[in-house]
């Protein structure tokens, strides 16, 4: 298996230089996320405002995923992806004029506009896959392009923390915005093997909303297809960007590491990226690609990912609560990993980049109204400890169910 990831790295020169533009990319990315948390934090010093700070990030993608996903299909990837890789180095610029209170209003601004860019680029990134890989090693690339975000997470995360923990906030942004220019750099040397084949005609605004609402409609017809990308909107409600939250809560608070509680933040992003990219990667070398083993595992997911919640809910001491976060790392990477190795799977190339774009759109809305709820809780009596319980427990509902429609599906096939 590990043979599999370097052949496809070594042989694949396409997937190589579109590897490498997602690690340097992927590294400004923590850093900005810790950064600007941090920040919002400092200046405020209130739950809301951070979890105000999610909300705009989970938005912002949720609002032009109607377009971003046309955009994937109708258009050349590779040059969507060039593109929002410059406009989001040029944004994170802006960051540095944030320099007090009544400037949240501008963090929030840019913010918006960095992650809408982003609502373009994901979608794509999925999308490009099968056009620069063979059938035989789209397993591989999807998990291997996983566990780079993981691992980035952990490192990214790490850095950036520790850079805003011993340097100041601003140094990340710099950071951030050079890794776009050299992500865009490297994806300028990708050559995709299949290329949209759609008439300029086909590329109207009205053209546009006709391509979109065919993407509503295979989803409505395609019951399976739906219920798979749902998986993202749980995991962020559950396992995403609302205990983002209170990991800033925990790292503000509780154990208070480094300059306005940065390095602990950083620590606790990293030992969920850990656990992200090690769980995909330990499961998938028994499982494979087979479709059964990835939905049964995807059940097994949530239950790692609400006993990680567990932990961090007593407080008991640092230690725990990363162990905590690597288990609900190690739960949410399954969740991820293999729910988009199901869709690129069985959804057809002509219309995959619509349908992740409508699974990001649900993914961010859901994440941002997760991440409303969850700012304001936090400033509550419940606290630190009872919101963590109530995602806890919360995060077993969603593995329950989709056991319940795997069931659906074996008696469907076997009447």
Request: with cysteine; aromatic share 12%.
């Amino acid at each position: 298996m590990k043979g599999e990831y370097s052949r496809l790295i070594r042989q694949n020169v396409d997937f190589r230089f579109l590897w490498f533009g997602q690690i340097v990319s992927l590294l400004g990315d923590w850093f900005n996320l810790i950064a600007s948390a941090t920040l919002v934090a400092e200046l405020t010093g209130s739950g809301l405002a951070v979890g105000s700070l999610f909300v705009v990030r989970m938005l912002a993608p949720f609002l032009v995923s109607p377009v971003a996903g046309v955009v994937a299909d109708l258009f050349n990837r590779r040059s969507v992806l060039i593109i929002t890789d410059v406009l989001r180095g040029l944004t994170v610029l802006g960051f540095l004029l944030v320099t007090e209170p009544s400037h949240i209003w501008l963090l929030y601004s840019l913010t918006a506009v960095q992650l809408g860019l982003s609502g373009f680029f994901f979608p794509a990134r999925n999308a490009i896959l099968p056009d620069i890989v063979s059938k035989a090693e789209l397993g591989a690339a999807n998990t291997l392009g996983a566990a780079t975000w993981s691992v980035m997470l952990a490192f990214g995360a790490a850095a950036g923390g520790l850079v805003a923990g011993l340097f100041g906030i601003y140094p990340a942004f710099i950071i951030d915005a050079f890794t776009f220019g050299l992500s865009a750099l490297l994806i300028s040397k990708v050559k995709l093997r299949v290329k949209p084949d759609v008439s300029s005609s086909a590329k109207s605004l009205s053209a546009g909303f006709r391509q979109y609402v065919e993407g509503l409609r295979y989803l409505a017809h395609n019951r399976d297809i739906f219920v798979i990308t749902l998986h993202k909107a749980a995991l962020g409600l559950f396992l995403g960007a609302t205990f983002d939250i209170v990991k800033v809560a925990i790292a503000k608070q509780v154990f208070v590491i480094g300059i306005a509680g940065g390095v602990g933040l950083g620590l606790m992003f990293a030992f969920t990226g850990v656990g992200t990219g090690l769980g995909a990667l330990i499961v998938r070398r028994f499982i494979g690609d087979r479709d059964r083993p990835l939905r049964l595992s995807i059940a097994g997911g949530y239950l790692f990912g609400a006993l990680g919640l567990a932990l961090c809910a007593f407080l008991m001491s640092f230690s725990i609560t990363l162990f905590g976060t690597f288990l609900q790392g190690l739960g949410g990477g399954i969740i991820w990993v293999f729910s988009t190795q199901l869709l690129l799977q069985l959804v057809p190339a002509e219309i995959r980049g619509r349908v992740f774009a409508t699974e990001l759109a649900m993914f961010t809305l859901v994440s941002a109204g997760g991440a409303a709820l969850v700012g304001s809780l936090l400033d509550t009596p419940l606290g630190i400890a009872g919101v963590t319980w109530g995602m806890a427990v919360l995060t077993l509902v969603p593995g329950l169910l989709w056991l319940a429609w795997i069931q659906k599906q074996q008696s469907e096939k076997s009447s």
